[in-house]
């Protein structure tokens, strides 16, 4: 539930978690309704733009960075040298950039439902889809479940799940069919990376990923931690689920390379990410 009051104040208002976000606004920029869900374009006096989908706050100027970061490093470092990369979801195209700052990354297929979330984007964010005409890079508009259902078995390096909560489009991204997709089409070795919501306020929703995770086969699991203003709580998460072996660390002198371009992300916030808060782990670990 979202409004925008007389003082042109935007407010989410999340019922589930019993909070509220507001951001300053200048001005409506844009509103269209996709055949999935309604998105809006503002102007904010402090954000920069801001794209609301279906009421929720999704992306701004400002801030984006340490969750398009959070979502795609990680996992690219943490696995030896990966070539072949799917993004499922991510419309807006700034993990689509920062996948394609690795210079191993040999293609990168991103499949959205959403094409209007792209065309936004492409309107008001270009910044984020700096990268789209990179010749590694293909941007599909289809459903991302039956992608992942079909795609040939050992064929990708990592998975990187960049979708909405688990209602709506992005519900089907949650449960044990689409894991077990996912799995399939990893080679040994390859990494799924999905957002996992707040660990302060949805943790039963990241326990029951983590679990459906193991049950399906994944061998390893980490969970990482970080900010993010614009989203319920300010603090959000990361899920890497590994096949066939536990993760061994992460490329530490590619991440302080590839840390001269980006704006969060470098090897002292990988390990950072790692060392998990007492809650967490109690969660994780209580049977």
């Not at 904010?44 to 959070?70: A, K, P, Q, W």
């Not at 690795?102 to 959403?114: A, K, M, N, Y």
């Amino acid at each position: 539930m979202a409004n925008l009051d007389q003082n042109n104040w935007f407010t989410e208002i999340s019922d589930r978690d019993g909070s509220a976000f507001s951001l300053r606004i200048n001005k409506k920029l844009d509103e269209q309704q996709s055949p999935f869900q309604k998105v809006e374009m503002y102007e904010t006096t402090d954000f920069g733009n801001l794209m609301i989908i279906d009421g929720c706050t999704m992306v701004s100027s400002r801030e984006n960075f340490f969750y398009h970061e959070m979502i795609s490093h990680p996992a690219l470092l943490a696995h030896p040298n990966p070539k072949n990369v799917v993004i499922i979801g991510g419309g807006d195209c700034g993990t689509l950039r920062e996948v394609l700052k690795h210079p191993g990354v040999e293609s990168v297929t991103q499949i959205d439902i959403d094409e209007v979330v792209t065309q936004m984007s492409l309107k008001y964010f270009p910044e984020l889809c700096e990268s789209n005409q990179d010749p590694r890079a293909t941007v599909m508009f289809d459903d991302g479940i039956k992608y992942m259902r079909e795609a040939a078995p050992e064929s990708i390096d990592v998975v990187i799940v960049d979708g909405t909560d688990p209602v709506g489009p992005g519900e089907g991204l949650f449960n044990h069919a689409f894991y077990t997709s996912c799995l399939t089409a990893l080679r040994p070795g390859g990494i799924l990376i999905q957002q996992s919501e707040s660990p302060l306020m949805h943790m039963p929703l990241l326990v029951e990923m983590r679990d459906a995770m193991k049950d399906v086969g994944f061998n390893d699991l980490q969970t990482l931690p970080f900010p993010q203003p614009i989203y319920p709580s300010g603090l959000w998460s990361v899920t890497l689920a590994r096949k066939s072996q536990a993760f061994d660390g992460f490329r530490e002198d590619d991440a302080n390379t590839l840390a001269e371009g980006t704006e969060y992300y470098n090897a002292g916030i990988h390990y950072g990410a790692l060392a998990t808060p007492n809650y967490m782990k109690r969660a994780f670990e209580k049977k």
